[in-house]
């Protein structure tokens, strides 16, 4: 399948840049060159931006495997194009726009994933056979042959599907809210394009003077009375001449700039909370806006997408202890000051050791930090019932070590 290099090449030049893409389908696809709309553009640029700088971890049987081939194919290198950023911010994109993304799993003869290639929707067909269960890729780039690609080997990333096969593009929903807002926009740009927005007027009470001579005259008046040095000066009119200074009507534009309803709209199929789009929110804080952001809106985009990878990418025995996960610690960590009580925490309650909350600033391990170390004042909830015993008669734990500690002895 060489060929699937030489489509990456071309993705970023000639097809990249039509307006509309015609699929196999027969249905129209969207790049995202072809977004004009700004709510519908920062919606899209924000939830794929922060979703591809999410690292994906590999996690097996609850540990996190920072060494693994997956973490660098997904993260780093999924191919030899572009960068595990650029891949993860491809596919989220093209999914929030046309419903669904695809991506070529290539793989070695021991059948694990080396090199994952996106693939344009345009050149991508799903079939579900009739009478049977079986689903069929169709691949049909523009300078090659049609090719029948298996499910294990597409990544096929959809956030809503009411058959399971098919995504559908939350784009669909929005039609007149999006209409209605390019109605707007138009109305404020014919407003200034062919609008007639004058200062004021000076009226001649006698004669009717030529194109040259009223030209003269503006030019006369204009000289005299604007500027920064003629502000707050008094007028001199001869009794042949009246000014009448006019105001411009921004009634049209209060309507616009006050008409909110689409953007609201946008922000809710999207999932994205208002502020996302530059609307205000008062009352909360930083730190509960991305709580808020993390909780409803990321971890729902966050489980289809990893549902996907531990579909297609796990197979059993693996798949029985390795799971994927999106790293969203960044969300949580708003400033320097939640990031640093959160890491003494850990420490103090032996879940990190001096090497790990080193290596969360970047410092590098020092020679015995791998020990943990916990407060004194907890006890094992199984002897809890013995120590009490025990200090009220002021006799030793018999749980503890002879010789050892003087804890639960009598004063």
């Given at each position: 399948?060489?060929?699937?290099?030489?489509?990456?090449?071309?993705?970023?030049?000639r097809?990249?840049?039509?307006e509309?893409?015609?699929?196999?389908?027969?249905?129209?696809?969207?790049?995202?060159?072809?977004?004009?709309?700004?709510?519908?553009?920062?919606?899209?640029?924000?939830?794929?931006?922060?979703?591809?700088?999410?690292?994906?971890?590999?996690?097996?049987?609850?540990?996190?495997?920072?060494?693994?081939?997956?973490?660098?194919?997904?993260?780093?290198?999924?191919?030899?194009?572009?960068?595990?950023?650029?891949?993860?911010?491809?596919?989220?994109?093209?999914?929030?726009?046309?419903?669904?993304?695809?991506?070529?799993?290539?793989?070695?003869?021991?059948?694990?994933?080396?090199?994952?290639?996106?693939?344009?929707?345009?050149?991508?067909?799903?079939?579900?056979?009739?009478?049977?269960?079986?689903?069929?890729?169709?691949?049909?780039?523009?300078?090659?042959k049609?090719?029948?690609l298996?499910?294990?080997?597409?990544?096929?990333?959809?956030?809503?599907?009411?058959?399971?096969?098919?995504?559908?593009?939350?784009?669909?929903?929005?039609?007149?809210?999006?209409?209605?807002?390019?109605?707007?926009?138009?109305?404020?740009?014919?407003?200034?394009?062919?609008?007639?927005?004058?200062?004021?007027?000076?009226?001649?009470?006698?004669?009717?003077?030529?194109?040259?001579?009223?030209?003269?005259?503006r030019?006369?008046?204009?000289?005299?009375?604007?500027?920064?040095?003629?502000?707050?000066?008094?007028?001199?009119?001869?009794?042949?001449?009246?000014?009448?200074?006019?105001?411009?009507?921004?009634?049209?534009?209060?309507?616009?700039?006050?008409?909110?309803?689409?953007?609201?709209?946008?922000?809710?199929?999207?999932?994205?909370?208002?502020?996302?789009?530059?609307?205000?929110?008062?009352?909360?804080s930083?730190?509960?806006?991305?709580?808020?952001?993390?909780?409803?809106?990321?971890?729902?985009?966050?489980?289809?997408?990893?549902?996907?990878?531990?579909?297609?990418?796990?197979?059993?025995?693996?798949?029985?202890?390795?799971?994927?996960q999106f790293?969203?610690?960044?969300?949580?960590?708003?400033?320097?000051?939640?990031?640093?009580?959160?890491?003494?925490?850990?420490?103090?309650?032996g879940?990190?050791?001096?090497?790990?909350?080193?290596?969360?600033?970047?410092?590098?391990?020092?020679?015995?930090?791998?020990?943990?170390?916990?407060?004194?004042?907890?006890?094992?909830?199984?002897?809890?019932?013995?120590?009490?015993?025990?200090?009220?008669?002021?006799?030793?734990?018999?749980?503890?070590?002879?010789?050892?500690?003087?804890?639960?002895?009598?004063?």
């Amino acid at each position: 399948m060489a060929f699937f290099r030489s489509i990456n090449q071309q993705s970023a030049g000639r097809r990249e840049f039509n307006e509309i893409l015609v699929g196999l389908d027969g249905l129209s696809y969207v790049p995202a060159t072809a977004i004009k709309n700004s709510d519908v553009f920062t919606a899209v640029h924000v939830l794929a931006s922060d979703i591809a700088a999410s690292p994906i971890m590999i996690r097996n049987d609850g540990i996190e495997e920072k060494d693994s081939d997956l973490f660098q194919l997904i993260n780093e290198r999924p191919n030899e194009y572009y960068s595990g950023y650029s891949f993860k911010y491809i596919l989220v994109a093209n999914a929030l726009l046309n419903g669904q993304s695809f991506a070529f799993i290539k793989r070695d003869k021991h059948g694990t994933p080396w090199e994952l290639i996106h693939m344009l929707n345009s050149e991508v067909s799903v079939d579900q056979i009739k009478g049977r269960n079986d689903i069929v890729y169709r691949y049909y780039p523009s300078d090659g042959k049609e090719t029948i690609l298996k499910p294990s080997d597409v990544l096929h990333i959809k956030f809503s599907s009411l058959d399971g096969v098919n995504g559908k593009s939350l784009l669909s929903c929005l039609k007149h809210e999006l209409e209605s807002q390019e109605a707007g926009k138009r109305l404020v740009t014919d407003f200034f394009r062919r609008g007639t927005n004058l200062s004021g007027i000076v009226t001649l009470k006698k004669g009717v003077p030529s194109p040259e001579a009223r030209e003269n005259l503006r030019n006369e008046f204009e000289k005299v009375n604007s500027g920064v040095r003629n502000q707050q000066r008094i007028a001199v009119l001869s009794e042949n001449e009246d000014f009448k200074q006019l105001e411009i009507s921004t009634k049209v534009l209060e309507i616009v700039n006050n008409y909110t309803h689409s953007t609201k709209q946008i922000a809710k199929v999207f999932g994205l909370p208002p502020h996302k789009l530059g609307i205000e929110q008062v009352n909360t804080s930083l730190e509960q806006a991305n709580l808020d952001y993390l909780t409803n809106t990321l971890s729902n985009y966050f489980a289809a997408i990893t549902a996907e990878l531990n579909f297609k990418m796990l197979f059993y025995p693996e798949s029985r202890t390795k799971r994927f996960q999106f790293d969203a610690r960044r969300f949580k960590e708003t400033d320097a000051k939640t990031k640093r009580e959160n890491v003494i925490a850990l420490l103090q309650n032996g879940i990190y050791s001096q090497n790990d909350a080193l290596a969360e600033y970047g410092i590098a391990p020092i020679e015995n930090g791998d020990r943990r170390f916990m407060s004194l004042n907890f006890v094992d909830v199984d002897i809890m019932d013995e120590i009490q015993k025990a200090k009220a008669k002021g006799l030793p734990i018999p749980s503890l070590d002879k010789g050892g500690d003087d804890i639960g002895k009598g004063d």
